[in-house]
């Protein structure tokens, strides 16, 4: 039988409890299963949200949204489409970019994966002090 994407599969994670109860309050807040939270959250990061900036965006009925209203609605003009369809295609290249930007790091000797520290960490400067 053909995957038509509806199949299911367990995804476990293991957080710190304060960070279980924001997710948690944020999906009350948003009135979303702690499932659908993570899972939104996930996806959204995917997409590649610039993150460089902490100052939010001036004016416009979307703040922080990056055109993401926008783009729904050209998406959806072709055809309906699922909440993970509609994810997946927005989902754009935040993985390469993020291999890419890693990559660079550790070319630069900025960071290093550390399968000891179970993911990547900056490289300490020994500069003589």
């Not at 039988?1 to 409890?17: E, I, N, Q």
């Not at 416009?60 to 699922?82: F, H, K, Q, R």
């Not at 989902?91 to 000797?109: H, M, P, V, Y």
Request: aromatic fraction near 6%.
């Amino acid at each position: 039988m053909p995957d038509d994407g509806t199949d299911r599969a367990v995804v476990k994670t293991y957080v710190p409890k304060y960070q279980k109860s924001e997710w948690k309050a944020h999906a009350d807040d948003l009135d979303m299963s702690q499932s659908e939270f993570v899972r939104t959250m996930v996806q959204a990061g995917r997409r590649g949200f610039d993150l460089g900036s902490a100052e939010p965006p001036e004016g416009g009925s979307n703040p922080g949204g990056d055109g993401l209203e926008d783009a729904v609605l050209d998406i959806l003009a072709d055809e309906p489409l699922s909440w993970d369809e509609l994810v997946e295609r927005l989902a754009g290249d935040f993985e390469d970019r993020l291999d890419d930007a890693l990559g660079d790091l550790q070319d630069e000797n900025r960071v290093r994966y550390s399968g000891r520290h179970g993911g990547y960490v900056l490289v300490e400067v020994n500069d003589g002090e």
